[in-house]
């Protein structure tokens, strides 16, 4: 005996088993129930939707990063003038304690000054420039602080006195005839001193310069 049996998705069927000659078998017909499959037209699939927060981390704002950059530029700059402008103007004093100017290492000065000629400090204390010269092979002596002012016209030269490098002198920038040697002689000078840590030394206290 041979039995078929037929399966049609989506409905339940009923087939019969017939016997060898295809007639109907002596027993009752046996039903056997098919259910749909699961992917049939009735099945809804539900999908799960799960929202995950993604972080995208600190945005950074370009314009205000560059206003805050071009700010402190500006700022920087702006500090930068007014320390130089004091410095020109005698606000600035550079000082340790009354009026007395420490210039700083004797030797690396004397080097300075042997090579490129006497430093002017513009406006040390109440309005008064100085040169710093250095003369002889000694770092320990042969120093003078110079009145670079004018000695024609004090207040009212706004050059005051130069260094002519090429004739080794001092001169009135607004007398040119008048011309003083290397030391100084016969200007205004303060007192300078080695100490003993080879600092050099200015005192802008003294009242009546030399």
């Known amino acids: 005996m041979s039995a078929r049996v037929i399966l049609v998705t989506g ?11 295809g007639s109907p078998a002596a027993h009752s017909p046996l039903s056997v129930p098919v259910p749909s499959p699961p992917w049939g037209p009735k099945t ?10 993604v972080s995208s981390g600190p945005k950074l704002n370009l314009p205000k990063t560059i206003a805050f950059a071009v700010a402190s530029l500006v ?15 005698g606000d600035v004093q550079f000082k340790l304690g009354d009026d007395v100017f420490e210039v700083g290492d004797a030797e690396r000065f004397a080097e300075i000054i042997d090579d ?13 420039p100085i040169y710093v010269q250095h003369l002889g092979d000694e770092a320990e002596s042969g120093w003078y602080a110079i009145d670079a002012r004018s000695p024609s016209d004090p207040d009212g030269c706004d050059n005051g006195l130069v260094w002519a490098a090429d004739n080794q002198v001092f001169a009135d920038a607004c007398d040119p005839t008048s011309t ?6 016969g200007l205004l000078q303060y007192d300078i001193a080695v100490d003993a840590d080879g600092k050099l030394v200015v005192d802008l206290n003294q009242d009546d310069p030399q």
């Open 75 to 89: 700022v920087g700059v702006g500090l930068l003038f007014l320390i130089v402008q004091l410095a020109g103007s």
């Open 44 to 53: 809804q699939q539900r999908q799960l939707e799960v929202s995950v927060p």
């Open 116 to 128: 490129d000629g006497p430093i002017l400090f513009s406006s040390l204390s109440r309005s008064r």
């Open 180 to 185: 003083f040697p290397a030391d100084g002689k």
């Open 11 to 21: 409905t339940t069927q009923r087939r019969t088993l017939a016997g060898p000659s």
